[in-house]
């Protein structure tokens, strides 16, 4: 079984075009993240949210809007998309337990606009 | 959350132990190293974790210096497989546990 999986995999679109990247966790987890890894592979978080609250919200720009349903999944819906979009989006989730946590990774979204 | 510097590539002969260092010089009392990896497209995987005291479970092991400014990852006997992207993050528990991740350490295994 997946812990942590991200729909689709792969996603070519247009510019200007809206598209939406899907996250779901199988781990009972209460937290939930995007990050972007651009093309000099820097991962950078985006968002998190924790029991389906809003409680990181790293300057990313307003077109990107997540949304989580409940909190086994957290999508990502991005409106207008621009050439500097392509990246590849990792989602994430962690137990908001404790002083420390592992957080699990799904294996990304490679999305291209061209 | 503190800062880490890493050397950005190594090589490892396969079969040997590999020592990758971190330094976190401004790190605060209640802050965790953590090391990450990422292996060619995928998403990043948990190694190891420490607070103070030297750590280590089936992956890898972690010593952390008595001052806790700087920290090594050592894999026992590096595979082929071990061939990733090895990030050390310094972070406190605070709301959604952010990860920061720097550039990292390429490591190539050779055979």
């Known amino acids: 079984d997946t812990a942590v999986s991200q729909t689709p995999k792969y996603l070519v679109t247009q510019m200007g075009n809206d598209k939406s990247i899907k996250c779901e966790q199988n781990?009972?987890?209460?937290?939930m993240y995007w990050y972007k890894q651009d093309s000099k592979k820097f991962l950078k978080i985006m968002f998190s949210?924790?029991?389906?609250?809003?409680?990181i919200n790293e300057t990313v720009p307003n077109r990107f809007s997540p949304k989580s349903p409940d909190k086994a999944h957290l999508n990502l819906h991005i409106n207008s998309l621009e050439l500097g979009d392509s990246a590849v989006y990792f989602c994430?989730?962690?137990?908001?337990?404790?002083?420390?946590?592992?957080?699990?990774f799904g294996q990304g979204t490679r999305l291209t606009v061209v | 959350d503190a800062k880490t510097t890493q050397p950005p590539s190594m090589d490892c002969a396969e079969g040997r132990a590999a020592n990758l260092p971190c330094n976190h010089s401004?790190?605060?009392?209640?802050?965790?190293v953590y090391w990450y990896r990422q292996i060619h497209s995928q998403g990043p995987q948990y190694i190891i974790h420490?607070?103070?005291n030297n750590e280590t479970n089936e992956m890898a092991s972690l010593i952390i210096t008595e001052d806790r400014k700087s920290s090594t990852l050592i894999l026992p006997h590096a595979t082929l497989r071990d061939t990733a992207v090895y990030y050390c993050?310094?972070?406190?528990?605070?709301?959604?546990?952010?990860?920061?991740f720097g550039g990292g350490t390429r490591v190539l295994v050779k055979p």
């Open positions: 993050i310094v972070s406190k528990k605070a709301a959604g546990n952010k990860l920061t």
């Open positions: 401004t790190i605060s009392g209640n802050e965790y």
């Open positions: 994430a989730s962690s137990q908001e337990a404790g002083a420390w946590t592992e957080a699990f």
């Open positions: 949210y924790n029991n389906k609250e809003l409680i």
């Open positions: 781990l009972g987890h209460d937290t």
């Open positions: 420490g607070l103070k």
